[in-house]
């Protein structure tokens, strides 16, 4: 089953960092987001990828081209230039490199490499910032089992503000974190059917339009998780998710766990 990876956004709530390089190179530990995305797929045995790239394109390109040479294999250098790889991890990874647009929407995007996908009934996809312990297999038995065209795994709002609940005359009644409220997000992690294209035109924002047609339909549904799930949208989030990595407490890391 292909995976669908959004790899072209500017992640302007990571400016400082995401200016340098995009954001799905943005390291927890010493790789990529990407590459714990990728690995956590692949260890579901689903390892081939379309990356819909964008802002930071030539980035993305280099750092797969260079693999071999870079932290995430051992490797010896002889006689001034001689690289012998000791040790590949990604061998069996398919990738394929799809420029989408410096600026186009999510939903463009998805359209733009529809060419790699028509052989395809189901095919996942994913914003590319955020990580999960997620039962993948799980979910997409739910998915297939329900018939439905399109899915999306929903999660605990995470962010430490508090929803205020207020009278008529201003008094508070209520004050409820919004990660303990009913309040839930999409965590980015799509499941489609082939007849998703049907739902789609030019210029549209996948969650906007497309969905809304979806929802109409009662074709969209929202896979509930409440396990571990967190993007890298901020400078806080990657420290938070280094710390965890450098504790060897790293949920989403589901292929060692195994």
Known sequence: MKVVLFCGGLGMRLRDYSTQ????????GTRPVLWHLMKYYAHYGHKDFVLCLGHGANAIKDYFRN???CVSNDFVLSEGCNV???????TDWRITFAETGRFNCIGE??????????????????????LTNLDLDEYLRFFKERGKIASFVSVPAPHTF???????DYHVQKLEAVGRSVVR????FFAFRREIWDYMRPGEE???????????????LAYPYNGFWRNVDTFKDKQELD???????????VWKAS
Do not use: S
């Open 21 to 28: 390089i995009p954001k799905p190179l943005v390291e927890i």
């Open 67 to 69: 693999y071999d040479e």
């Open 84 to 90: 012998e790889v000791l040790h590949r991890d990604i």
């Open 109 to 130: 995007r998805l359209r733009l490499v529809r060419k790699y996908l028509d052989d395809e009934d189901v095919f996942l996809a994913n914003y590319a910032d955020g």
């Open 162 to 168: 508090h929803i205020v609940q207020a009278d008529a």
């Open 185 to 188: 997000i999409n965590g980015g």
């Open 206 to 220: 996948l969650v906007l339009e497309p969905f809304d047609r979806l929802i109409t339909k009662k074709e969209l």
């Open 243 to 253: 710390e965890m990595l450098a504790k060897e407490h790293a949920p989403w890391q």
